[in-house]
């Protein structure tokens, strides 16, 4: 086993990376390996790199390697085992004139990004690279950046593990339990508000979430919503787009791809759809996913939907569907 592993952030410079970035390095995420960091920003930004990188030194972390930052993707890419795209264009920021409050709009102005970052991880990065999406459009963002990077050995994910967590904390509330007793939360779909997070199959001490709560009325007008809009009322609340909760999201699918999955347990993220569950091949879609004991990360293909799952669940496939046929224009 490689006792040293290579990871790529984007975005390095901002408010998630800032609680993300310590996290790699602590010992926690990659056991007892040596972590490389690549650090990447935009050039207007890129020089504040300079101070991260001195906390970190100056933070007395064993696992951490050589750390490096630059805005060269390409540079950066070479022989990387992991990327944690977490920069894109966010909404509600003024760009190039226009304040960008579609999703429309963002889908637009990321796509382009993800195009080169694609290339340069198909190019760049390791064959057996894993890339997680964090910047949103997360699904669609990713679904261009495999598209562009053509390399069929990497796999690309988008993350979903925010609203999984999210979900757990809000069943364990529900039901008095701690958070930790909640497993199998499985986020379907599209990593907006359109997702269905599952509480029917979710495991509550040892229990079906269907048999637990007896609460369709709950589950639709309070669950569902909350998980939904979960980011916006943080934003409201905040100022500020969620942050830690997000950099702790993205150290969890780390950890869940870099170890084995608990027999019968399973962990949320989007992947390109292999047509499990009845979705269109190729879109990248929230599943519940299984990390086997050689590193392979497979679709969980046992959990029943219930009627009501799948009309929820087709509401987001056909989201993603519209967002596929809205950047046909950057598929090659």
């Not at 650090?39 to 101070?51: A, F, S, W």
């Not at 264009?89 to 760009?95: D, K, L, M």
């Not at 057996?128 to 679904?143: E, M, Q, S, Y």
């Not at 905040?238 to 870099?258: L, M, W, Y």
Request: charged content about 25%; some cysteine.
């Amino acid at each position: 086993m490689d006792k040293s592993i290579k990871v790529v952030v984007t975005g390095a410079a901002g408010q998630i990376a800032y609680s993300l970035i310590p996290r790699l390095i602590d010992g926690n995420t990659f056991g007892d390996k040596i972590v490389d960091l690549a650090l990447v920003e935009i050039p207007q930004v890129v020089d504040k790199l300079k101070g991260l990188v001195m906390e970190l030194e100056d933070s007395y972390f064993p696992q951490m390697g050589k750390v490096t930052y630059t805005d060269n993707f390409e540079e950066a890419s070479k022989d990387a085992d992991w990327f944690l795209l977490v920069g894109s264009i966010p909404r509600g920021i003024v760009y190039n004139g226009k304040k960008i409050e579609e999703r429309s709009d963002l889908l637009s102005i990321n796509g382009g990004i993800f195009v080169e970052q694609g290339k340069a991880i198909g190019s760049y990065g390791k064959d057996n690279a894993k890339i997680l999406v964090v910047g949103n459009p997360a699904n669609t963002n990713a679904f261009i950046g495999k598209n562009a990077a053509n390399n069929d050995n990497q796999l690309w994910m988008a993350m979903t593990m925010l609203d999984s967590n999210r979900a757990k904390s809000i069943l364990a509330k529900k039901t008095n339990n701690n958070v930790s007793d909640v497993k199998n939360m499985i986020i379907w779909g599209n990593h907006s508000p359109t997702m269905y997070p599952d509480s029917e199959n979710a495991l509550i001490s040892g229990d079906l979430g269907s048999s637990v709560i007896n609460d369709m009325n709950w589950i639709e007008s309070e669950f569902i919503p909350n998980v939904q809009q979960r980011g916006k009322a943080v934003i409201d609340a905040r100022g500020a787009s969620s942050a830690t909760s997000a950099a702790k999201a993205a150290i969890d699918t780390v950890i869940a791809c870099e170890n084995p999955t608990e027999p019968g347990n399973c962990f949320s993220a989007a992947i390109a759809s292999d047509g499990a569950y009845d979705v269109p091949e190729g879109i990248i879609c929230g599943y519940p996913l299984m990390t086997l004991d050689d590193g392979t990360i497979e679709i969980k293909r046992d959990i029943s939907l219930s009627d009501f799952a799948k009309t929820k669940f087709k509401v987001s496939i056909d989201e993603l569907l519209s967002e596929r046929d809205a950047v046909k224009h950057l598929m090659k």
